[in-house]
């Protein structure tokens, strides 16, 4: 293999250009060149492409969005635009192409291999919904960046002995409100993958209040509901006020964390080394700290599961 070519699809996370950092050098290392997709499947289509060299991702690694940009296209569902896709990359000389995004992205990926070109995924998503691998690049540092505004919220919670609803991204997957309330030391935590009910979330706050407890911080995936709407239930059903913070997109940005940093060189430089060993429809992924490589269509197959133990774990801690 001789030419690879990298792009970034769906939403950014932090820790992308760390993994397209790592593909251009460790494909370096085994002599082959780099092209560098701007703004995913469409400029695939469109042939918005460019080679990168060893010094083209200098300095990248600790930013965060995407030196290649990145873009929802919905056309390339079409068959005909895929065709297009490929034929692009075949006149360009490129063999094998590396997809860094979530599973939405996946699906393109996969319709490439179907019609015979080489793919690889890299889970590149800060919501951490991939189903496969145990992380995705971005989600420690959308969740360190949760801690640190919930650990900000706090401190005006104290000070006036409010009662703070904090609204995280997540539309169906809760991992980063759930991380976040364990580690930011929430009340009560809700997300998509547990039944929603009012009156849990208000025994709850009315036992800390009993307890003495004169402040409580409740973090709130999207997906459920906005902090908004769980505003209005906790005054409708308790009477009980509320001041709602919704992160919204500040968590998506942001110098990568240490731990998104390795695991997105890790997850490019495993991705070069499958596209070199033949591989085609693999995703890669880590599990139990060892990184894998696993059939793509395994994150279509199943639902994200979220780790209900802890769960389980941040309810007990936040009595
Ligand atoms: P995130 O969920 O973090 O935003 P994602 O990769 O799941 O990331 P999507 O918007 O679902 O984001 O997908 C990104 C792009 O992948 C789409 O805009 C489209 O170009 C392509 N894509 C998504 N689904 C399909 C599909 N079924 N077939 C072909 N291409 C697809």
Redesign the pocket.
């Known amino acids: 293999m001789k030419k690879i070519a990298v792009l970034t ?3 950014d ?1 932090p820790g992308m250009n760390a993994a397209i950092r790592a593909v251009v050098r460790k494909a370096k290392v085994l002599n082959i060149e780099v092209i560098g997709i701007y703004y ?2 469409q400029g695939l289509v469109e042939g918005q492409m460019t080679t990168l060299q060893v010094g083209d991702v200098g300095s990248i690694i600790q930013r965060g969005g995407t030196k290649l940009y990145s ?4 056309d ?2 079409q068959s005909d635009v895929q065709d297009q896709a490929i034929a692009n990359m075949r006149e360009a000389g490129i063999e094998g192409l590396i997809v860094i ?8 990926a996969m ?1 490439l291999v179907k019609k015979g070109f080489p793919c690889i995924g890299i889970p590149a ?1 800060i ?1 951490n919904d991939v189903p496969g691998t145990q992380y995705t690049i971005g989600f420690d540092t959308a969740l360190n960046t949760v801690i640190d505004a919930v650990d900000k919220i706090r401190d005006t919670a104290t000070s006036h002995e409010n009662l703070f609803i904090v609204e995280v991204m997540g539309r169906d997957a809760g991992d980063l409100a759930l991380y976040a309330g364990v580690a930011a030391g929430a009340g009560a935590v809700i997300i998509p993958e547990v039944d929603f009910c009012i009156e849990d979330v208000i025994a709850r706050i009315k036992r800390g209040e009993y307890r003495g407890k004169m402040y409580n911080i409740i973090i709130v995936a999207e997906g459920v509901m906005s902090g908004t709407e769980l505003a209005r239930l906790l005054k409708e059903n308790a009477g009980i006020t509320t001041r709602v913070s919704v992160l919204g997109h500040m968590q998506r940005g942001g110098s990568p964390t240490g731990r998104d940093r390795v695991l997105a060189s890790q997850f490019g430089a495993y991705a070069v080394e499958a596209l070199v060993a033949g591989k085609k429809g693999r995703a890669i992924g880590v599990r139990n700290h060892e990184i894998v490589d696993y059939d793509l269509t395994e994150a279509f197959k199943k639902e994200h599961a979220t780790n209900l133990a802890l769960y389980t774990l941040a309810t007990e801690l936040s009595i």
């Open positions: 699809s769906g939403g996370a995913g499947y873009a929802r296209y919905p390339f569902k995004g979530g599973d939405g992205s996946y699906r393109g319709d998503t919501d």
